[in-house]
Structures are given as structure tokens and as C-alpha cells.
């Protein structure tokens, strides 16, 4: 069982699990163990849940916009965006559903090995997010505002699925700092 120590705050009497005597009366040595709190955002929460539901959608929303367009492929910073999004609408789904499982059968996915999965899963996925995401806004940019050729094109399409993958990348950042900061108080 994964619990926190008592090592960071001192105590002038330590507590005793039999609500007896403090240090000299009693003979209960061991401390009780606190466990850490869920804190919301974290994995098998509601606020973890909401965040993978906003991650799926924005990503999903990004993904679909880019693939209707028909001249995304022609663009390599735009497959990598569809290829990212994509990437990322697989991982919020399976994490969202891991949520939800968690939360009907009430179990804590504080386990080190879990949260450890999940935070190199969500650094990954953020990270290709955002690449994609920079890159697919400087092509966007290149294309209306220095080449003009907006009219040719597919701008309001290439804008609105490079600000969703940018949604999709500011969602799961909390995810990814609440998981390593959990990995970090261990």
C-alpha cells in the first residue's frame, strides 16, 4: 500500500493509533500512515475524467476538420498534425475509459507503476501536440499573411484544426503535471 510518511513536519507528541498515552505511556510505536489525497485532475478522478474528455474532443474536433479538407496532404507539417491528434484522441479515450472505470468501481490509481504510465504517456502526447500544433501555425501563417494565397486555400479549416490541436495540448498539460508531480512527492 502506497501511504505518505510523517518525515516532513516534526511533532511535539507523536500520535498513537489506540487514542492512548503520547510517547512514554504507551506501547504503540508505530506511527499511522496517512494516505495522500486525490487531488481532482489527477487519474481516477472526476476532474482527471473531464480533463481526458476535453483532451478527446478538441483533439477529435482538430483531427476531422484537418482530414476534410483535401489538400492537407500536400502540407507535411498538416499530417503531422493529423498524425498527432490522432495519437492523442487514442490515448485521452483509453485514459478516459481507465477513468471511468476507476471511478464506478471507486479504486485509487495511485499506484507508482500506473501514474508513472501515465505521465510518460501524457509527456509524449503533449509533446507531439504541441509540435504539430506550432508547426501546422507557422504553415497556416506562411500561407495568409506572407504568400496571400488564402483564396486557393483552405485557411479557416487549417486555423481552426491547428487551434484545436493547441486546445488539445493546454488540456493535457495539467494532466501531465499533476501525474509527474505526483511521482515527484513519492
Known amino acids: 500500500m502506497n501511504v505518505s510518511h510523517a518525515s516532513v513536519h ?34 481516477g478522478t472526476a ?12 483533439a477529435v474536433m482538430g483531427l476531422c476538420i484537418m482530414a476534410t479538407t483535401s489538400d492537407f496532404p500536400s502540407v507535411t507539417a498538416f499530417c503531422y498534425l493529423v498524425a498527432a491528434t490522432g495519437l492523442q484522441s ?24 500506473v501514474v508513472s504510465l501515465f505521465a510518460i504517456g501524457d509527456g509524449i502526447t503533449s509533446t507531439l501536440t504541441f509540435a504539430a500544433a506550432c508547426a501546422s ?3 497556416t501563417v ?24 493547441f486546445i488539445s495540448w493546454f488540456t493535457t498539460l495539467p494532466s501531465f503535471l499533476l501525474n509527474f508531480w505526483s511521482l515527484a512527492s513519492r
Open 47 to 58: 476532474g482527471g475524467l473531464a480533463l481526458r474528455i476535453c483532451q478527446f474532443v478538441s
Open 137 to 139: 501555425a507557422g504553415i
Open 142 to 165: 506562411l500561407i495568409d499573411n506572407d504568400l496571400n494565397s488564402c483564396a486557393h486555400n483552405h485557411c479557416l479549416q487549417f486555423e481552426t484544426a491547428t487551434a484545436m490541436a
Open 10 to 43: 516534526p511533532v511535539e507528541d507523536l500520535p498513537t493509533t489506540d487514542g492512548g498515552v503520547g510517547i512514554g505511556g504507551g506501547n504503540n510505536n508505530e506511527v499511522p500512515r496517512v494516505r495522500m489525497k486525490d487531488i481532482q485532475g489527477m487519474p
Open 90 to 113: 487514442v490515448w485521452s479515450i483509453s485514459q478516459a475509459i481507465i477513468d471511468i472505470y476507476a471511478l464506478l468501481v471507486r479504486r485509487s490509481l495511485q499506484n507508482y507503476r
